[in-house]
DNA sequence: CAGAATCCATTCGGATACTG
DNA sequence: CAGTATCCGAATGGATTCTG
């Protein structure tokens, strides 16, 4: 992804020594990256145990495809726990698994935070 | 930047009723979910007032054009300031408003938590 | 219901110039 | 030094359709 020739990629000669806030790019914060991935865990979080439609509805707008994309990522990224019940409706349960409670606990604060910020960031000239 | 044609994007009615932690789509949260977004916001935090330079190379591997559109972003958003010393060699610095430092106060953590995270995923099978 | 598959428009992000 | 402008490939995200 990023070049690594031979050289260290820590720091050879670090402008500041504390500037080691960015993971390696490729890791969680890629996934969390992308566009509804931090709100999908919030989401799941706060529903529980939460069906994929349940998910759907919360998001309003989101397409299947952008929705499961995302939550396969999450799942392969050992954040989301997917139960399906072999059920003749089919349901399945997608719940934050102890790294995604960690996480959670990470972005609620987090959103949190955005939400009322974006709240006072109305009457602002935006073009 | 985003999508303002003229239709709400705002939900009129909630589906349910428990699930309000996502953000109306378009405010903080989509500005942090671009790339580099996050770990600027923390790169700048870390190193104080930040040149231009000292940020890209920090990041060693970002094209200028990406860096330059993610710190204006930020700097409308509020969350960093911009200040431009007409000196001969033109000098930027960048620095976290107030803000931003509540900002980076909510990342700090979460990066770590990523970067911890992430180097025990090394194993992983990725195509 | 839960999602996979497909197709497509948009956008993002990177590289490469080129300025003040 | 600190960007901006442009171009382009890649990836994203959305709508739709179909299936177990």
Chains 1, 2 share one sequence.
Do not use: K
């Not at 309003?60 to 072999?86: C, F, M, N, P």
Request: with cysteine; hydrophobic share 35%; glycine share 8%.
């Amino acid at each position: 992804m990023t070049e690594t020739p031979d050289s260290v990629t820590e720091a050879p000669e670090t402008p500041n020594s504390e500037v080691d806030c960015l993971c390696p790019l490729g890791g969680v914060m890629d996934l969390l990256s992308r566009r509804y991935a931090m709100q999908l865990v919030c989401v799941v979080g706060a529903i529980g145990p939460a069906r994929y439609g349940d998910v759907e509805a919360a998001f309003d707008g989101v397409s299947s495809s952008t929705l499961s994309a995302r939550l396969d990522e999450l799942v392969e990224a050992g954040i989301l726990a997917r139960e399906q019940y072999a059920e003749i409706p089919p349901r399945v349960e997608y719940e934050l698994t102890d790294t995604g409670e960690e996480l959670r606990d990470h972005l609620s604060p987090l959103i949190r935070w955005a939400e009322e910020l974006d709240e006072g960031t109305i009457s602002r000239t935006q073009e």
